[in-house]
């Protein structure tokens, strides 16, 4: 496999973290039963744009997919211990919330390092990106509260 330099590496993280994201709406769509909120999580997706850079990367794509795939398994199987079989949607959304979050500091990162390097290609993506996550993360912190104002703060476990 070739070896990636610290960009490329994060790229392929936030590859990987848009692919695990669909997995993520996946799950948490299925606990939630408000139309509203279903629709948000529709909204979700930056997979295909990330992809399409990486395959622009010559003698580097097949690694750079490769540690998104990693990237992508290690937050599954994150997703799957914090929303276990007794999950909720405020679980749902309160992962989701701690999920974009991260997606929203690896992007500021890839544009730093982008910015550092001259990648203008890099730079237009997290351009692209970077307000699409916010607004991810935004609508997942606002799904949390809309869901936590649901609850009965004195109701036991």
Not at 9 to 19: H, N, W
Not at 90 to 117: C, P
Not at 149 to 157: F, I, K, L, V
Request: charged share 30%; aromatic share 4%; net charge negative.
């Amino acid at each position: 496999m070739a070896e990636l330099t610290t960009l490329e590496e994060k790229l392929a993280e936030v590859t990987g973290l848009a692919m695990a994201a669909q997995g993520a709406v996946e799950k948490v769509s299925g606990l939630v039963d408000d139309g509203d909120l279903q629709q948000t999580l529709q909204r979700m997706a930056t997979e295909e744009r990330c992809t399409q850079l990486a395959e622009e990367l010559d003698g580097k794509k097949t690694a750079v997919l490769d540690k998104a795939r990693e990237t992508k398994q290690e937050a599954t199987e994150m997703m799957r211990t914090y929303l276990g079989s007794d999950a909720e949607g405020l679980d749902g959304f309160e992962f989701l919330t701690m999920a974009e979050a991260g997606e929203v500091g690896h992007w500021e990162v890839l544009g730093v390092l982008g910015e550092k390097a001259g990648k203008s290609d890099v730079q237009e993506l997290v351009r692209w990106a970077v307000p699409i996550q916010r607004r991810h993360l935004d609508e997942a912190r606002q799904g949390s509260l809309k869901l936590a104002a649901e609850e009965d703060p004195n109701e036991t476990g």
